[in-house]
Structures are given as C-alpha cells and as structure tokens.
C-alpha cells in the first residue's frame, strides 16, 4: 500500500508546506484546485508532520499523532528555518562576490608589479672622487 502513488515524497511534502502558505479560508479550495481530496491531504500532512513520510511508513487509521497546536509550531518552525536558509545563502553570495573582487585586486597588483623595472646593481666602479663643484 503506497502513501503517494504518483508522487515523490519530496513533492508531497511541499505540498504540504504549499498547503500551510494558503491564506486562511482559501485551503478546501486551493486542494480542490490541486485535485487533491481532504482525506489525501490529511493522511500526507499526517505523514510528513509525524516523520512517517521519511520513514516510508504509511500513517495508522487511529487518533492523530501530532496536535494541532503542534502542527502549526512545526509549519512555524519551518518557515523560520526557510527564511535562516534563504539570509544565508544571501550571506554566501555576498561573500562569494567579495571573494572575486578581492582575487581581481590581486591579480591586478601582480601584474602591475610584473610591469615595473627591475633594479638591477651593476658592478661598475663608482667615482672614488666625492661629489665635484665648479670653483
């Protein structure tokens, strides 16, 4: 017996998160726009909310596992996780630009010291005399 026929766990999981990002009242009807019945949805939400979709496990017929009160904690607790992900991704590119920026300002500094003259000592003999004036 399968939970989702036809669907992937990831796909019903997100579905299932989909579900809780409806704004109030329109939820009945977003599932009557997905083809998805209530019972469906209920057992999916069941068995994401109670780890049993990560377990493959298909959820028991009796008294819920989680609360309602539980269940709103665990689609909060999600969304915050969501938004931490999202500021450090963001936090991730800027780091990665600032990366960039600094090995072109390197690359730029070699090639400008590759550009200068080399000093070069050569031995030839130096005046012995100091410095001359016109007298």
């Known amino acids: 017996m399968s939970l989702t026929p036809g669907w992937t766990d990831d796909e ?14 329109t939820r009945r009807s977003w599932l009557v726009e997905q083809g998805v019945s209530w019972n469906r949805f209920r057992r999916w939400r069941s068995a994401v909310e109670d780890g049993d ?3 493959g496990l298909v959820p ?10 539980e269940r ?6 999600r969304q915050r996780h969501a938004a931490e ?8 590119r800027e ?6 920026a ?9 090639q400008l010291n590759a550009q200068e003259p ?6 030839e003999p130096r005046d012995s005399f100091g410095p001359r004036t016109s007298s």
């Open 53 to 55: 979709l990560d377990r």
């Open 118 to 123: 080399d000093t070069v000592e050569t031995n």
């Open 12 to 25: 019903v999981r997100e579905f299932v998160y989909e579900y809780a990002r409806q704004p109030w009242g």
């Open 60 to 69: 028991r017929e009796g008294s819920a596992m989680t609360t309602e009160n």
């Open 102 to 110: 600094l090995g072109k300002a390197i690359g730029l500094l070699h």
């Open 85 to 92: 992900t999202e500021r450090l991704r963001e936090r991730v």
């Open 72 to 77: 709103r904690q665990f689609v909060n607790e």
């Open 95 to 100: 780091l990665e630009a600032t990366n960039e």
